[in-house]
């Protein structure tokens, strides 16, 4: 689970989705907006909605997936961004494991993994 600190605040949606940079992968849109204004760890927020499955039991577990997975991955994410993850439709194909590699993928596109030596 992703501490609140951790979490975009809703009154900044308006602003990522308009001036943030989008990347894409065939089943996951990522919008990142950087802030180098305020030095803060970077903030994530993770959307599902109805086009990926119209049972809110389905997309909440696609979404506690996510949050998981960026939870692990949140130490290697450099700082001072606001990520939202977006969920196509067709999501719910995937594995666990698959789910894992597409956003490992989706951030290391979108240069914003630290390189670990």
Not at 25 to 43: E, G, H, M
Not at 95 to 116: G, H, P, T
Request: one cysteine or more; proline letters at 7%.
């Amino acid at each position: 689970m992703l501490p609140r600190f951790r979490r975009v605040p809703k009154f900044l949606f308006p602003t990522i989705l308009k001036f943030g940079q989008v990347w894409q992968t065939q089943f996951l849109s990522l919008r990142v907006w950087p802030d180098p204004i305020k030095p803060s760890p970077a903030k994530f927020s993770v959307v599902a909605g109805t086009k990926v499955s119209n049972k809110a039991v389905e997309r909440n577990l696609w979404k506690r997936r996510a949050r998981a997975i960026l939870t692990k991955l949140s130490p290697q994410i450099k700082d001072n961004h606001y990520c939202l993850l977006f969920f196509k439709k067709g999501i719910t194909t995937l594995s666990y494991k698959q789910l894992s590699q597409m956003v490992r993928q989706l951030f290391i596109k979108a240069n914003l993994l630290i390189e670990q030596q």
